[in-house]
Structures are given as C-alpha cells and as structure tokens.
C-alpha cells in the first residue's frame, strides 16, 4: 500500500501548547497535503507542500517535510480547544490530472481548555 | 464560497437493497471522487471521475458502481448493499490540472446497512 501512516494516533494537550502529527509514506511524491475533520464531518484542506519545499507556513501552521525520510510534520503552535479534531496527511503520487490524493489513518486530537 | 453537498446525512438500508449516494459542486470541477472512511483504515478511494461520463476503479471498487451524466453530479451506487459496506462515504471534488490538487470535502454521508 502506499497509504501515508500518521503518528501519534491520538493527541491530547492543554489549550495554549503546541501539537505535532508526524506522517511517513512509502514512496516518492508530487506533493503532500494536510487536511482536518471535525467529528462527523468531510475534510478541509489545510496546507500543500510540495516535494521540493521544506517547509511551509500558515497562520499557527508549520509543515515540514523530508523527502529522504519520506516523512512530515504538522505543528500547530499555541493550540485551541477549536484545533480538535482529526488530522490527516494526503500524498499526491501521480502528476497527472487525476492527481489521485492517498491519505492516511489520521491523527485524532483533543485540546483542553 | 465551494461548495460539495450529499444527498443523505445518515442512511438506513437493508441488505440486498439497491442505495444511491449523490455528491452534487458548483464549482464547475471536473474532478470528483468517491471515498469511504472507516476506523483505522483512514480514507479509501472507490472511484473517480475526471469528466463527465468518464470513471476509473479506485483502490476499493467491488460491490460499488458509479454515474457522471452532469459535470456537477457525481452518483455512488450500491446494487445490492451488504453489511459490510455500512460506513462512512466521503464524495470530494477538485480542479483539474497539475498544481491544483486541492479536494474539496462534501460533509459525508452515514450510511448503515442491516
């Protein structure tokens, strides 16, 4: 499979800490997608990094990714209890229009007010 | 503002049933695609579509077919729905071209069959 993993699978953390989700993948990619799920809901495409960048910004949004560990991180800074949700990394493996997107397990995090 | 809408919420159906999940955008994309989310297996691909009439088998297409007779439309169908297809589905739609890789999420539908 080349289905992305995310770890930790689950998170809890007081308000105001910062959160990291860490995602691996099997093989090499176009680009790697951050997306958010709030319970029972569809996704929200958060940030897109591509292959060769490093690192991206967003607001509290930090992705890095490391193309020779074929692994990223997603850190929010200074959490809120609206950040909980589940996370999920999606890889772009092909570069053509289809741009299939394969998405991982999901990281599952809570914020405590 | 983008917008994915379902059909259903929530679904309630019996084994053996024939099920239509609908997925409409008003985004004009030609993209669309049908997930199912299940607990610990993340998000799979069913089926896509990257125009009208046009479909490819995703990674889980058995028990599951498709219809694209509108751009803006995009049916999951069941023909004859089992229990273990009770789940979570995920349609999603997305600008063609390289570089827009962006999918938009419809809000799901929960679909439970008995």
């Known amino acids: 499979s080349q289905q992305g993993e995310e770890d930790p699978q689950a998170l809890s953390i007081q308000e105001g800490e910062n959160a990291t989700m860490n995602c691996s993948y099997k093989?090499?990619?176009?680009?790697l997608q951050w997306y958010r799920q709030n319970s029972g809901r569809g996704l929200v495409h958060l940030i897109l990094?591509?292959?060769?960048?490093r690192e991206k910004h967003s607001g509290r949004l930090r992705v890095t990714l490391d193309t020779s560990k074929k692994s990223s991180s997603l850190l929010i800074t200074a959490s809120r209890a609206a950040d909980t949700a589940s996370y999920f990394c999606?890889?772009?493996?092909?570069?053509?229009?289809?741009?299939?997107?394969?998405f991982g397990d999901g990281t599952t995090l809570t914020v405590k007010p | 503002d983008v917008k994915v809408t379902q059909s259903s919420r929530y679904l309630v159906k019996r084994t053996g049933e024939k099920v239509f999940l609908e997925c409409v955008q008003d985004?004009?994309?030609?993209?669309m695609f049908w997930y199912r989310q299940d607990p610990g297996l993340g998000l799979r691909l069913i089926y896509f579509?990257?125009?009208?009439?046009?479909?490819e088998k995703g990674d889980i297409p058995e028990g599951y077919s498709v219809s694209r007779e509108k751009k803006e439309r995009f049916s999951l169908i069941l023909e004859s729905a089992s229990t273990n297809q009770t789940s979570m589905y995920l349609c999603?739609?997305?600008?063609?071209?390289?570089?827009?890789?962006?999918?938009?999420f419809g809000p799901g539908t929960r679909l439970t069959v008995t």
């Open positions: 093989t090499s990619i176009n680009n």
């Open positions: 579509s990257y125009d009208v009439k046009m479909k």
């Open positions: 990094i591509r292959s060769n960048e």
């Open positions: 999606a890889t772009v493996y092909d570069n053509t229009n289809a741009g299939k997107s394969t």
């Open positions: 985004m004009d994309h030609e993209n």
């Open positions: 999603a739609s997305r600008a063609p071209g390289q570089g827009a890789y962006e999918q938009y």
